[in-house]
């Protein structure tokens, strides 16, 4: 999460010279950011190639438990650059929480009421394995990508995300009204 922080430091370096410092403060104060611990977090860290780096023995909770705690870290570091104040406290800060399982699983019993055809395999490659940087401009794509709900083998389609954003339209308007 510290590269996000350090891209965010930079774009609001940019945002400053393009529109002014009290105006890149007042955008980045007031803006509406969405920030994400999911499945990569689990398969590439707990599960997969990044398992070397954590200490022995370390339990799913624990894991959980790190990935949450990096993530309350993070969300204090951010608010901190956003509103030029050592502390993320006193900032208004709003949480939401969006389900992003339940329109998934919405999907999947009934693709067709949501204008999707293919559920099992992304829309990149084969669809079973491909991920990431391993879909690139060598991999072959499907026709129409709106009539899958992944993208890749992990990564939804915009059809599928913009599913998942109309669903969670209550949690965006407590965070923004």
């Known amino acids: 999460m510290s590269t996000q922080l350090q891209y965010f430091k930079e774009y609001k370096a940019r945002l400053a010279s393009t529109i002014g410092q009290e105006g890149a403060d007042n955008l980045t104060t007031n803006a509406v950011f969405f920030v994400n611990c999911a499945v990569n977090d689990f398969v590439n860290t707990f599960y997969g190639p990044g398992r070397i780096t954590l200490p022995a023995g370390t339990t799913i909770g624990q894991y959980e438990d790190f990935v949450l705690q990096q993530l309350l870290q ?31 699983v919405n999907i999947r019993r009934n693709p067709a009421a949501f204008g999707i055809d293919v559920t099992n395999r992304g829309c990149c490659g084969t669809g079973l394995l491909e991920q990431g940087p391993l879909c690139n401009s060598l991999s072959a794509l499907c026709a129409n990508r709106s009539e899958y709900e992944f993208f890749d083998s992990v990564h939804p389609t915009q059809t599928t995300a913009s599913i998942i954003l109309n669903a969670n339209v209550a949690a965006i308007n407590s965070i923004t009204s």
């Open 74 to 104: 993070f969300i204090q570091v951010q608010a901190a650059l956003r509103t030029q104040q050592n502390s993320a406290a006193n900032i208004g800060l709003k949480l939401a929480y969006f389900d992003t399982y339940t329109p998934m």
